[in-house]
């Protein structure tokens, strides 16, 4: 298995065993939500990944979407996300986790006018075991 997919394999179920994070967005956590699912809800967004010495750098965003809550809503799981995923030791396959720090977040309200937008965003470092996978 690649780094970057083995590090998306390892921050969701991360995310999906955390208690604090389920209290917020019940079991609506989704690489490609369908479009029907109700809210909150968070998502695993946007990544990038580069070569680092010995290894893969990694930059990924997961993003809350509210309506009821609002912003406040957003950032309460925006919150219980980089608890649970900062300075985090994930097990990945084929692959050794150096180091996943948060960097950043916002909020923003949609076009519609009733959505919150929270972005959250991490850098993750990587290297290969030599494990068969």
Do not use: C
């Not at 390892?10 to 389920?22: C, F, P, Q």
């Not at 019940?26 to 939500?33: L, M, Q, T």
């Not at 948060?102 to 494990?131: K, P, Q, S």
């Amino acid at each position: 298995m690649n780094a970057d997919l083995a590090l998306q394999k390892a921050v969701y179920e991360r995310l999906a065993g955390d208690a604090a994070l389920t209290a917020l967005v019940a079991a609506r956590i989704y690489d490609n939500p369908p479009g029907d699912t109700g809210f909150p809800y968070l998502t695993l967004g946007e990544n990038e990944t580069r070569a680092w010495p010995g290894g893969t750098e990694h930059r990924l965003a997961l993003t809350a979407f509210s309506r009821g809550g609002g912003r406040a809503e957003a950032k309460r799981i925006m919150g219980a996300v980089s608890a649970a995923l900062h300075d985090a030791a994930l097990t990945l396959e084929g692959h050794a986790l150096v180091n996943l720090r948060f960097l950043d977040g916002t909020t923003r309200r949609e076009a519609d006018g009733t959505t919150w937008r929270g972005t959250i965003r991490f850098r993750a470092v990587t290297e290969e075991t030599g494990e068969a996978t």
